[in-house]
């Protein structure tokens, strides 16, 4: 990766995105030191200009940035970075340091928290109950959850409804774990049949 750190004064503009939501959690600087700090240890590190030092976010309040992937942009002069964000980023406790935090995205945390519920064989966890049922059991659950949502549909509850397109989602996501499959696959689907 080759980027320009003479156009800043040494200094180039860090996006942090959530690896997950994709939500944009911060911006931050670094310099060639700070680039090759986050590569190594694989957690951001920025060039603090008030501390005129090297910085590794939560290195104080423990809520690191774990680095996913780093991407520059067509001239070389910014970077993207998508992290696993160990908590809030914004020292005011949010997740963005942009405003308030957003549901949007949080389909893909709730898959993350599926998979981890999975693969941690938690033995008190719903998730994981349901799954070591098989493939058999979370399908009629999905189908369950889809009659419910299609008998609220026709009634006026607002609350009851979105309530039960949350519950096919929710169940969507281990059937889409028992299948091998993710969240980001289907989206795949989606987007190939939009293009057509």
């Known amino acids: 990766m080759k980027i320009d750190f003479t156009k800043g004064n040494g200094l180039v503009p860090v996006i942090i ?8 959690l911060m911006l ?11 590569t190594k240890e694989g957690r951001v590190t920025f060039f603090s200009r008030s501390k005129n030092r090297l910085w590794t976010k939560g290195e104080t309040s423990g809520n690191f940035l774990y680095v996913k992937e780093i991407l520059t942009d067509c001239d070389n002069d910014s970077i993207l970075i998508k ?3 160990a908590g809030p980023t914004c020292h005011i406790g949010t997740n963005s340091c942009f405003g308030t935090d957003t549901a949007r995205g949080f389909l893909y945390n709730l898959e993350q928290v599926i998979n981890q519920r999975i693969d941690d064989d938690e033995k ?12 058999n059991k979370v399908a009629q659950k999905v189908g369950e959850e889809a009659v419910e949502l299609v008998i609220e549909s026709k009634d006026n ?16 996501l281990i059937l889409l774990r028992a299948k091998g499959t993710s969240l980001q696959e289907i989206e795949e689907v989606l987007k190939e049949r939009h293009k057509g």
């Open 124 to 135: 008190d966890s719903y998730t994981n109950k349901l799954y070591k049922k098989g493939i």
């Open 28 to 38: 931050g600087y670094m310099n060639q030191e700070a680039l090759e700090q986050t």
């Open 83 to 85: 992290a696993k964000p």
């Open 157 to 172: 509850n607002d609350d009851l409804f979105k309530n039960e397109a949350a519950d096919l989602l929710y169940h969507l």
């Open 17 to 24: 995105q959530d690896n997950a939501t994709l939500q944009v």
